[in-house]
């Protein structure tokens, strides 16, 4: 899966001109927490994130009155509190190297662009929701977390035998596990009673680390 089908296209931007505080009603108004910043020529020049206003805005315990905070506000423009340095990935950029540049980067949200245009920006939100998908935590099933050996045919026989029970595997998931040795599964399985799966497994795994049912959709 690449970014281009899962970002935000389109994306709300602001100019380096524009005042902080008509920034943050932007913000505020859109329900978002970062703004791609442009030039006068629509070049992307800057991002700048909620945390970035607040930290440029006075003190609520500051002594100056209303008429003095909303003077500064205006004096003050993006340009001055904008990150200049901006990461960015393309429309053919995998999800998951998208994810690890936020991870290693500290940071929440990545423009997209092309030919030098910002066609769209991916963000934690995208990924948690893909997060969501790619674990069915939406579905219903007997969800299962298996410490099995890191081993080739492990998952062929994990899945074969749940096939043999004629289970749907509507999500399958493989993670670090506690050494080289060995990895974590987490497998989501529909129309397969929870002891039943669980006694199929058993002959292939090293530990069953967590079985849960869900009943309702979430």
């Known amino acids: 899966m690449l970014v281009g089908e899962r970002m935000t296209r389109d994306p709300i931007v602001i100019h380096d001109d524009t005042p902080l505080d008509e920034a943050m009603k932007i913000m505020r108004d859109n329900k978002i927490r970062r703004l791609p910043v442009l030039d006068k020529?629509?070049?992307?020049?800057?991002?700048?994130?909620?945390?970035?206003?607040?930290?440029?805005?006075?003190?609520?315990?500051?002594?100056?009155?209303?008429?003095?905070?909303h003077y500064l506000l205006s004096k003050i423009t993006v340009a001055d509190v904008m990150t200049t340095k901006v990461i960015t990935v393309t429309e053919d950029t995998p999800l998951e190297e998208a994810a690890r540049i936020m991870a290693d980067n500290k940071i929440g949200g990545l423009p997209v662009v092309r030919d030098g245009k910002v066609v769209g920006i991916i963000t934690e939100t995208d990924l948690f929701k893909i997060f969501l998908e790619l674990l069915a935590a939406r579905e219903t099933g007997v969800r299962l977390t298996m410490l099995v050996p890191d081993e080739k045919g492990v998952l062929a026989r994990i899945t074969g035998e749940i096939a043999q029970l004629g289970g749907n595997i509507v999500s399958l998931g493989t993670f670090w596990g506690e050494d080289p040795t060995n990895a974590l599964v987490t497998i989501k399985v529909q129309d397969v009673e929870e002891k039943e799966l669980v006694k199929a497994m058993e002959p292939w795994i090293v530990e069953m680390v967590d079985v849960r049912t869900f009943e309702e959709s979430r």
């Open 41 to 69: 020529k629509g070049a992307l020049v800057g991002i700048v994130s909620e945390r970035d206003l607040l930290y440029a805005s006075p003190s609520p315990a500051t002594s100056l009155s209303i008429y003095e905070l």
